[in-house]
């Protein structure tokens, strides 16, 4: 079992910056798959980022790319999302999620991850 607590939303001002922390207890594995999904009210739920958690490179959706990072502590047991020069239109729920066996095709759908955390609410003010 893997459990997943997210922590550092809030509300920031368009172009401002935010990093959201996700803290790992459980067993890990080598082929755990590591991401940030995101719901805006209304809206269904989508894919932002990923990492291996063994490492390799990471993914980004084309909203977030270029703007977002994504990082792991392994040593802490903890991913990141860096977000930088936010706009309105990141204005969600975020959620951290880890998977294992996901195959390539599939990594940014949402049903193929086992584990989440509760959420955390990041509000950007235009």
């Known amino acids: 079992q893997v459990q997943l607590v997210e922590s550092g939303g809030g509300l920031v001002q368009a172009g401002g910056s935010l990093r959201l922390s996700c803290a790992i207890s459980?067993?890990?594995?080598?082929?755990?798959?590591m991401a940030w999904f995101r719901q805006a009210p209304g809206k269904e739920r989508e894919f932002v980022a990923l990492?291996?958690?063994?490492?390799?490179?990471?993914f980004y959706s084309d909203s977030v790319k270029g703007r977002f990072t994504i990082s792991r502590d392994n040593a802490k047991q903890m991913v990141s999302l860096q977000m930088n020069s936010l706009e309105a239109e990141d204005t969600a729920v975020y959620y951290c999620?880890?998977?294992?066996?996901?195959?390539?095709?599939?990594?940014?759908?949402?049903?193929?991850?086992?584990?989440w955390g509760q959420g955390t609410q990041v509000t950007v003010s235009s």
């Open positions: 459980g067993r890990t594995y080598r082929s755990l798959l």
């Open positions: 999620a880890a998977g294992q066996r996901i195959s390539y095709s599939r990594r940014t759908y949402g049903s193929e991850y086992e584990y």
């Open positions: 990492i291996s958690w063994s490492g390799g490179p990471t």
